[in-house]
C-alpha cells in the first residue's frame, strides 16, 4: 500500500499555521490541497507556497481554461449567493453510514450558500438488478465476517471486475435509472457512493441528449486513504477527492483527468466547520477556554477526556476498552473522563454507567509489592503500536511473547504486546558507556504496582512494574445515540474509535488525536496509514495496550499538543462547503447556459413560424391572385363569346 504523501502538513511545521474567519491558510507551512491542471512538480511546489483559498481558486481557474467556464481568482467567497436555489439528487445507500452523513452535509451547505435549494437522497440500486439491489443486506453481513469482507473486496477490486460490473449494470438497470432520475427534474445530481457513479453518469448524458438541456453529474469519494475501483468512473464533470493517494488512484486505476480533480477534504457535518473557527488552535488560551466552556455545558469535569466509540472485531469490544483505560488512568493516577459513545446499545450505556469500577480494580490489584530481592534489566519490548504502512504488516502480524523476568515470583510471568520498565540501575550498560563505580541505592522496600494486561494461558496476570502512585479518579460516561458529536470531539482531549474516514475527517477537523483499533480490510486500511503518516495517531488492537498508549499521551502534553496541531493540518473543517460552493457555481453556470439553449431554441421556433406564416401568407395571396386571374380570363371569355353569339345573331337577322 503507497503512502499519503502530500495528505497533511508535516506536523513539525503545522504549528506555524494558521486559519483565518474566511477559511484561507497563511503561514509558512500551508501546504493544503492542491490544484489541478499542472504538472506534478509545479503544483507541490505551488501548494508549498499559497494557501488553500489561493490553491482552489487557482484549480478554478486551471478548469476554466481546460472547459471555457469563467471563474474568479482569489481565496474562497464562502458568502451566500444571490438568486434562487435548484434541485440536487444525491445518490446514496445505507451501506455504512458515511455515505448518508455526507450526503446531509452537502445538502445542508447547499441550502446555506444557495438559498431555496432543494434536495433528495435515492438509491438507485433498488431500481437495479441482482445483486445490485442486495447490497445493503449484504453489507451488513460482509461487515460482520471481516474474513468475508476481505475476500469479496479484493475480488472486486480489480478492473476485470469493475468492467463487467459496469457492463452489466449499464445493460441491465440503465434506462430503469435514467428514468428514476429524469422523474425528479433535478438541476444535477451528485453521487457519494461507489456503485453509482459510471451507470449513472451514463443516464444523465442520455437524459442531457433526449432533453436538449445539461444535466451535470459530480462524484465525492467518501475515502481518505484507500478506495474501491468503482469510485474511478470518467464520465463525471468533476470528482471531489480527500487526500494524495485518492488522487493518484482515480488517474492511474479510472484514468480521470487531472482537470477533472479537486482536492477538498471528506465532507463533513456543518456543527465542526462552527466548532473549529469558535475554537481555533486547541492548545491556544482561547482554545482552552472554549473547551473548558463545551465540557461545562456537557456536563463533564474539566479533567482529561477520552471519548471512546465503535469497538468491533479485534479491540474486544467497548466494554474491554473501557475497562482497561479506567484501570490504567486509575493506576497512572490520572483524573479522567471516559465518555463511551454506545449508540443505540441502551443496555451498554446503562450497564458502563451503573458498573463497579471499585470492584474493578479490586479484582486487578492496584499495587504489587516488590521482595527484597535483586532486579534484573527486562529486554526492550518491540512497539506495542503500530507504525506507518500498518495495514500491510497486520496479516502477517500476532502479539511477539515477552518473557518478563520480574523479582516478585520465582518463575517468569509471561505478557504479550506490553512494556516493561527497565530498572535503570541494574540494567546492562550500553556499549561504549561507563558504569558508575557507586550505583545510588535502589529502595527494595517501595511498592510498584502492575499495569494489568491480558492474562496467560494458565490464568496468571501479565504485569509491569511502575513506581506507586496515588490512584486517579476516572468517571465512566455511558452515551447514547447522540447528536452534538462535534462539542464532544472539542471536549475530548483524545478520540479511541475504529478507522472509519468520516470520524477521523472529523477529529482532524478539530485537532483530536486517534486511537484506533479497528479496520475493515481493504476499504479502511489507507485510513489507518492516513493518521499515522499524519503523525495525529496511533493503531492498536489490543485493549491493555490501547490504555496504555492513551494514558501516555495524556501523561505527556506537549506531546499530545503536537499531535493536536498535526491533526488540524490534515484536517478540512470546511470542506463540505467549498465542494458545495464549487458545484452549486457550475450548476447555476449550466442552468444559465441551459436558460440560453431554451431562450434560443424559443426565438428559433418563433422565427420558424413566422417564417412559415409569412410562406403561409404569400401563398395564399398568390392563390387569391391567381383566383382573381383566373376570374378575369373566364369573365374576358364570356364577354368574347357573348360578343360572338351577338355577331351570330345579326347575320341571322341579315339573312
Known amino acids: 500500500m503507497n503512502g499519503i504523501s502530500g495528505a497533511c502538513d508535516d506536523a513539525s511545521g503545522a504549528a ?58 482569489g481565496p474562497v467567497d464562502r458568502t451566500p449567493r444571490e438568486g434562487k436555489g435548484f434541485k440536487i439528487i444525491f445518490l446514496s445507500s445505507d451501506t455504512g453510514g458515511g455515505h448518508r452523513a455526507s450526503s446531509e452535509s452537502l445538502a445542508k451547505q447547499f441550502q446555506i450558500y444557495f438559498p431555496g435549494t432543494t434536495y433528495e ?6 431500481d437495479s438488478c441482482y445483486p445490485y439491489n442486495s447490497v445493503v443486506p449484504a453489507y451488513k453481513h460482509l461487515s460482520a465476517n471481516p474474513a468475508q469482507w476481505k475476500l469479496v473486496y479484493e475480488v472486486s477490486n480489480t478492473r476485470a471486475y469493475h468492467l463487467l460490473t459496469d457492463t452489466h449494470m449499464a445493460v441491465m438497470s440503465e434506462e430503469k435509472i435514467r428514468r428514476r432520475i429524469e422523474s425528479l427534474e433535478a438541476d444535477a445530481v451528485v453521487s457519494v457512493h461507489p456503485l453509482m457513479t459510471n451507470v449513472p453518469q451514463i443516464a444523465c448524458r442520455n437524459i442531457s441528449k433526449e432533453s436538449g438541456a445539461s444535466l451535470p453529474i459530480f462524484t465525492v469519494v467518501t475515502d481518505l486513504g484507500s478506495a ?19 488522487r493518484r488512484l482515480a488517474m492511474t486505476r479510472g484514468k480521470v483527468r487531472e482537470e477533472q480533480i479537486v482536492m477538498t477534504g471528506l465532507p463533513i457535518r456543518h456543527a465542526f466547520a462552527e466548532q473549529a473557527e469558535a475554537m ?10 472554549h473547551r473548558r466552556h463545551i465540557r461545562e455545558s456537557l456536563g463533564l469535569a474539566d479533567v482529561h477526556t477520552v471519548l471512546l466509540m465503535g469497538g468491533g472485531e479485534g479491540v474486544g469490544g467497548l466494554s474491554d476498552v473501557t475497562d482497561a483505560l479506567y484501570l490504567e488512568l486509575s493506576a497512572r493516577g490520572l483524573d479522567a473522563t471516559i465518555a463511551v459513545v454506545c449508540g443505540r446499545n441502551a443496555a451498554l450505556a446503562e450497564d458502563l454507567q451503573t458498573r463497579d469500577y471499585d470492584a474493578l480494580r479490586h479484582a486487578n490489584p492496584a499495587y504489587l509489592p516488590v521482595t527484597n530481592e535483586k532486579c534484573f534489566g527486562v529486554t526492550p519490548a518491540p512497539e506495542r503500536c503500530f507504525g506507518p504502512k500498518v495495514a500491510e504488516a497486520l496479516e502477517r502480524y500476532t502479539p511477539t511473547k515477552l518473557i518478563l523476568p520480574l523479582v516478585t515470583s520465582t518463575s517468569n510471568l509471561e505478557g504479550y504486546g506490553v512494556f516493561a520498565r527497565v530498572v535503570e540501575q541494574f540494567s546492562p550498560p550500553k556499549e561504549g558507556s561507563v558504569a558508575p563505580s557507586d550505583p545510588p541505592a535502589l529502595d527494595l522496600d517501595d511498592a510498584y504496582r502492575p499495569s494489568v494486561g491480558p492474562g496467560d494461558a494458565d490464568g496468571s496476570p501479565a ?90 499521551w495524556l501523561a505527556d502534553p506537549p506531546r499530545l499538543a503536537a499531535m493536536g496541531r498535526a491533526a488540524a493540518a490534515c484536517g478540512r473543517a470546511h470542506a463540505a462547503a467549498d465542494i458545495a460552493l464549487d458545484i452549486g457555481d457550475r450548476v447555476v453556470r449550466v442552468m444559465q447556459q441551459n436558460g440560453e439553449h431554451r431562450e434560443a431554441a424559443r426565438v428559433e421556433a418563433e422565427r420558424a413560424a413566422e417564417t412559415e406564416g409569412a410562406k403561409g ?26 360578343n360572338a353569339n351577338s355577331l351570330l345573331d345579326l347575320a341571322s337577322l341579315d339573312v
Open 617 to 642: 401568407a404569400a401563398e395564399v395571396a398568390e392563390a387569391a391572385r391567381l383566383d382573381e386571374e383566373t376570374a378575369e380570363l373566364k369573365r374576358l371569355a364570356g364577354d368574347r363569346i357573348m
Open 280 to 289: 481555533g488552535e486547541r492548545t491556544s488560551d482561547a482554545g482552552r477556554q
Open 121 to 126: 437522497i435515492i438509491d438507485v440500486l433498488t
Open 16 to 73: 506555524a499555521t494558521t486559519t483565518a474567519a474566511d477559511g484561507t491558510v497563511t503561514g509558512e507551512t500551508a501546504t493544503e490541497k492542491k490544484g489541478v491542471g499542472a504538472p506534478e512538480d509545479a503544483r507541490s511546489g505551488a501548494a508549498e507556497e499559497q494557501g488553500e483559498g489561493a490553491v482552489r481558486a487557482a484549480a478554478v481557474t486551471a478548469d476554466a481554461e481546460v472547459h471555457g467556464s469563467a471563474a474568479p481568482a
Open 463 to 552: 504485569v509491569r512494574m511502575l513506581p506507586a502512585v496515588s490512584p486517579g479518579k476516572v468517571t465512566v460516561v455511558g452515551l447514547g445515540f447522540i447528536t452534538n458529536m462535534a462539542e464532544y470531539m472539542v471536549a475530548a482531549d483524545v478520540l479511541v474509535t475504529k478507522a472509519g474516514p468520516g470520524t477521523i475527517a472529523e477529529a482532524a477537523s478539530v485537532g483530536l488525536p486517534v486511537m484506533l483499533t479497528n479496520f475493515l480490510p481493504g476499504q479502511e486500511e489507507g485510513n489507518v496509514d492516513f493518521v499515522i503518516e499524519g503523525k495525529f495517531g496511533e493503531y492498536c488492537d489490543q485493549p491493555p495496550d490501547i490504555a496504555r498508549t492513551v494514558t501516555d
Open 228 to 246: 474501491h475501483c468503482t469510485w474511478f468512473s470518467r464520465g463525471c464533470d468533476r470528482m471531489y477527492i480527500a487526500s494524495e493517494q485518492i
